[in-house]
């Protein structure tokens, strides 16, 4: 069995190798437990709970499936400007996304292959959509749960957040909004976009930062065709890897996030099963603001086999934790031991990356790029003689390193998407600043 090792050079103990693989057949799958609670003003916030999703797209509920065969898909879409990007979106991301994994993958391999599919799917489906010529967008917060690995693909404000076992406390997504996100205002404008306030007869500026045309607070989203193609559909995506202690994720929109704190948000939850908790949430929140705008929570409990109730969580653990590492432990717990299998609580990260440029997010090295086919569209899957496709890489500089007649390709509809998606980025590249809109 591999040994992993942490910073100091310490690894996991024996004994609780030893113990994972004596327990192995009873820990080998989580339940998973949920709730979803809402509050709407507006009538835009979706969302999707699949308990057993089969990973083959559009076979849809696995529950007659053998659990090798099942992943669990939340999602929260978040709609603006009416509701017909977070519905177009809800029913195709997860076909999409399923569509561009390749078929015959180990379980490593799948979840290796998962978050280039994930930026496949979105951008694919958000392609799609602008053929819909409707003009209303959605923030997507997207969790597929495999086993004891965790992935979240996001793009907008609505928000993801993981407590371990423990009590330790995780960001799992992104925060697109112009105003909490600096690198994405100078990615904007470098494209073309512009980025400040409203500005009322020559006064100062007023309101959040907005991306114009259009106006929008966000940086990332799905449709929003009038804005700008310089408003992108490539997630962020973040993948971890759980103890089997477990952990409790909520996934909240904006409405949650703008009136409660990631920690006050957990502390309301305390002892209470996933639906009693979305609930509880999200009455506090529209107790603290009021009901200014749709009000959506999903709670998920990842737990041992046959404990059906969240852990009491250990207190003094309080903060985000943004950096993934292993713990050294030199002995179970005395709560694991009394348990019989648990490994120390740690969660150990697999994956982070959230650029948008659809060349670093599609490449993958060897031997992991092999697992997708050379001449499919990375984007769309759509299969292409050779020749026929465009490199991603093929607007690189000549003298950069990456080889722009290499895989993986491209059609020429995704291509298009691509190049618009860019903007003036690469005309502006060799400059040595990017110049800020004044906000």
């Keep these: 069995m591999e040994l992993h090792t942490v910073a100091d050079g310490s690894g996991v103990p024996l004994a609780v190798l030893l113990k994972r693989e004596l327990c192995n057949q009873r820990v080998e799958k989580p339940d ?25 797209p559009g076979e849809g ?25 977070a519905i177009y979106t809800r029913e195709n991301l997860s076909n999409n996304v399923l569509a561009a994994i390749p078929p015959n993958l180990t379980s490593e391999e799948w979840t290796a292959a998962l978050p280039r599919a994930l930026v496949a799917g979105f951008v694919k489906t ?33 928000r993801c957040i993981l407590e371990s076992a423990e009590g330790s406390v995780y960001s799992l997504s992104a925060d697109h909004r ?14 073309g976009g512009e980025v400040g306030r409203i500005n009322i007869a020559g006064g ?29 559909p490539v997630p962020h995506v973040k993948q971890v890897k759980l103890s ?25 939850t305390r002892g209470l099963p996933a639906e009693a908790a979305a609930n509880r949430i999200v009455k506090e929140a529209v107790s603290s603001k009021g009901l200014k705008d749709d009000t959506t929570c999903i709670v998920v409990d990842i737990l041992p086999p046959e404990k059906l109730s969240p852990p009491i969580k250990k207190h003094g653990k309080g903060g985000i934790i943004a950096l993934f590492r292993r713990r050294p432990s030199d002995e179970l717990s005395e709560e694991q031991t009394d348990n019989g299998c648990f490994e120390p609580d740690v969660v150990e990260e ?67 998407k691509k190049v618009a998606m860019e903007g003036k980025l690469h005309s502006t590249s060799s400059q040595s600043t990017v110049q800020l809109v004044p906000k």
């Design 244 to 268: 089997n202690a477990g952990g409790r994720l909520v996934i909240a929109s904006d409405g949650v996030w703008d009136a409660l704190s990631f920690q006050e948000a957990l502390n309301y």
């Design 32 to 56: 998973i437990l949920s709730g979803v609670a809402n509050k709407s003003k507006k009538g835009e916030d979706f969302t999707l709970l699949m308990a057993k999703c089969r990973r083959t």
């Design 126 to 158: 958000d392609k799609d959509f602008q053929t819909k010529a409707a003009r209303s967008g959605t923030t997507v917060t997207f969790v597929i749960i495999d086993g004891w690995v965790v992935t979240v693909a996001s793009v907008g404000d609505s």
């Design 350 to 416: 697999l994956y982070e990356e959230g650029s948008a440029m659809l060349a670093q997010r599609l490449n993958m090295n060897y031997p992991a790029g092999n697992m997708f086919k050379l001449h499919d569209c990375a984007v769309c899957q759509l299969e292409m003689k050779p020749g026929e496709g465009v490199s991603v890489h093929g607007n690189m500089p000549k003298h950069s390193r990456v080889d722009p007649w290499g895989g993986p390709f491209l059609c020429s509809s995704c291509q298009a």
């Design 61 to 85: 509920a696995g529950d007659n499936a053998g659990d090798d065969d099942t992943i669990s898909v939340f999602a929260i879409f978040d709609g603006h400007n009416g509701p017909a990007a």
């Design 204 to 232: 100062a500026g007023i309101g959040p930062l907005r991306c114009w045309p259009g106006g929008l607070c966000l940086s990332r989203s799905i449709g929003d065709t009038d804005v700008g193609e310089f408003i992108v």
């Design 178 to 191: 112009l105003d909490a996100n600096e690198e994405e205002v100078e990615r904007v404008t470098a494209s």
